[in-house]
């Protein structure tokens, strides 16, 4: 008797850790593999990942549906995609290709993170923002897709659409973004008001920019001092601007012209 109840803990104990080990299979990204997929196809850190798989294919997800259900619950596959993807939408949540906003690098839905990519491009400095100014919202440039499947969204175009958000304290009319040459010119932000540097022109992926010295949006950035390098074009003169510029815009700037208050610096308005 004594016997037979050991054997059958025993045998119990065994048929658990096989339960949780073949649970761990299915379930953990990094051992995932599939016999209809291959090897590795829930394994995010394979070659073979579902992930990269979708990068080279558009990233459509809706070819998924077939098998494993129209909300991705699992349908005749069996296998539900929401237990890894458990936001709302599960995988069409906005944040399984974009990320959640708070990465620290940027990162595109095919996994580019070099700024030299222009899906990559100055995205973290605008959308993060930064010492110069506020974040800069996706509106801001783009049209923003209620949905994965929004017109316009997904489709199949070389490259995204800049479409400058014309309610915006940003918009300017003139303002263009060159597709071709990967530059926006006459930007308010970088220069288009009464006394900034009206037509200056910049490269999205240019690295070594210097668009964010004082002088680049307002002034002339090869002169010598902060005061002379952001001084205006034109409603100051060095007659009339005897002072620290901080004492006059000192909600900006202080005396030593040190951006304190960024949400106040590139915000539609002269403080
Ligand atoms: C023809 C039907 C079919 C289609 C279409 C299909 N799958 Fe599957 N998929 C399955 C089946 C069946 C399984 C479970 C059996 C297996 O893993 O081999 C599975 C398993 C998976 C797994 C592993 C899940 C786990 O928990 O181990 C992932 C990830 C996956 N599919 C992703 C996708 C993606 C992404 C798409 C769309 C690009 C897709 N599948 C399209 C049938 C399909
Ligand atoms: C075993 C967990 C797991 C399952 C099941 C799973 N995924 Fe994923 N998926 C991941 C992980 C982890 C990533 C992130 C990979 C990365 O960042 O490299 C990912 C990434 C993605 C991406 C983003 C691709 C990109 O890089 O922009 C999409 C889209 C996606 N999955 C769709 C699906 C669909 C559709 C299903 C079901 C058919 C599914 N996934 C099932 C874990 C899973
Ligand atoms: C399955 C992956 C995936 C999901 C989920 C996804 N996107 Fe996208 N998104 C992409 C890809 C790929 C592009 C580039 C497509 C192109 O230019 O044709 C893109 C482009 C964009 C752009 C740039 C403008 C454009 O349309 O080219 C914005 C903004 C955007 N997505 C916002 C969103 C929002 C908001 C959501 C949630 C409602 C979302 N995306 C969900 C993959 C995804
Ligand atoms: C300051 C303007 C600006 C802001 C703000 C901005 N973007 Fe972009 N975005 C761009 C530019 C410029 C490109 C490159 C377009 C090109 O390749 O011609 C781009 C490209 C992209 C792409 C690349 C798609 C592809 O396939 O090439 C995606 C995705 C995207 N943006 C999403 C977003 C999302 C999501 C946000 C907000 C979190 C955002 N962007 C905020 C300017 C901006
Ligand atoms: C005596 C007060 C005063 C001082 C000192 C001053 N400003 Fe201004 N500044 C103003 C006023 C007033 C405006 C708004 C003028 C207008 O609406 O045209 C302005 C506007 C600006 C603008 C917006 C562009 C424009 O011409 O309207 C910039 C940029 C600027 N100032 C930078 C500076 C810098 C840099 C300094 C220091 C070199 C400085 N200011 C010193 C009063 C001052
Ligand atoms: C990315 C472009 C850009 C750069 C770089 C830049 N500015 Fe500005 N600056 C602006 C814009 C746009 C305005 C117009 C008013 C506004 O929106 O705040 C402005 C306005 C100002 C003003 C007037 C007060 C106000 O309203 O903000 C001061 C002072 C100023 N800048 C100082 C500086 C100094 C000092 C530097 C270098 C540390 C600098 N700026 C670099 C874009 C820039």
Redesign the pocket.
């Known amino acids: 008797m004594k016997r037979l109840i050991l054997l059958s803990t025993v045998l119990s104990l065994t048929l658990i850790i096989g339960a949780c080990s073949e649970l761990k299979d299915e379930k953990s990204p990094t051992q995932g593999n599939s016999t209809i997929h291959g090897v590795g196809f829930a394994n995010a850190a394979s070659e073979n990942s579902h992930a990269k798989f979708l990068q080279k294919n558009g990233l459509n997800t809706q070819t998924c549906k077939s098998c494993h259900g129209y909300s991705y619950e699992g349908g005749t596959a069996n296998k539900s995609c929401l237990t890894c993807h458990n936001k709302p939408d599960g995988p069409e949540n906005c944040s399984t290709c974009h990320g959640t906003g708070n990465e620290t690098v940027w990162k595109d839905p095919y996994g580019n993170t070099n700024s030299t990519v222009r899906s990559v491009g100055m995205h973290q400095i605008h959308v993060k923002g930064g010492s110069l100014g506020s974040p800069v919202p996706c509106k801001t440039c783009h049209v923003i897709p209620s949905k994965v499947t929004s017109a316009g969204h997904l489709d199949g175009a070389a490259h995204a659409e800049i479409r400058f958000d014309t309610t915006s304290v940003f918009y300017r009319s003139n303002a263009v973004y060159s597709a071709a040459n990967v530059t926006c010119s006459n930007t308010y932000c970088h220069g288009n ?4 540097n009206l037509t200056s022109t910049m490269t999205w992926t240019d690295t070594s920019s210097t668009a964010a010295q004082c002088g680049s949006c ?2 002339d950035a090869s002169k010598a001092t902060l ?1 002379e390098k ?7 003169t060095a007659a ?6 901080g ?3 000192n909600a900006v ?1 202080n005396s030593s ?1 040190a951006i304190i208050n960024p949400s106040r610096h590139v915000n539609g308005r ?1 403080d």
């Open positions: 008001f009464n006394g900034g307002h002034g005061k952001a001084f205006p074009k034109t409603g100051h009339t601007v005897t002072s620290d510029c004492t006059c815009h700037v012209l002269i």
